[in-house]
């Protein structure tokens, strides 16, 4: 289980355990939706689809493997599939699409 998951299944015991609000259940569903969205997201990721989303936002190479904390021509390599993506930058990429969305 992911630190992400198990953090998440804290919010929902904590709600559980304690009288919950309709405010409170609504956020917390939130939650759930937005991560359940990048765990979906993060599993389609491949070089080309990353290559894609980061061109439709207009953003650079070099922009985006500085946020990832990778080299310019790592990130190439991983949008030419001449290197694998690793999970922990699935997930970074997956939390920039998701902060991005309107």
């Not at 650079?60 to 080299?71: M, P, V, W």
Request: net charge positive.
């Amino acid at each position: 289980m992911t630190m992400l998951h198990n953090n998440n299944l804290k919010k929902v015991n904590k709600n559980l355990s304690a009288p919950a609000q309709a405010p409170e259940i609504a956020e917390v569903e939130k939650e759930i939706e937005k991560r359940a969205r990048q765990g979906a997201l993060q599993s389609s990721l491949d070089g080309r689809k990353i290559k894609s989303l980061r061109m439709q936002r207009n953003i650079s190479q070099g922009q985006l493997a500085h946020y990832l904390g990778i080299t310019r021509r790592h990130l190439s390599d991983i949008e030419n599939q001449r290197v694998s993506l690793k999970n922990k930058y699935a997930e970074k990429i997956a939390e920039w699409v998701s902060s991005n969305e309107g």
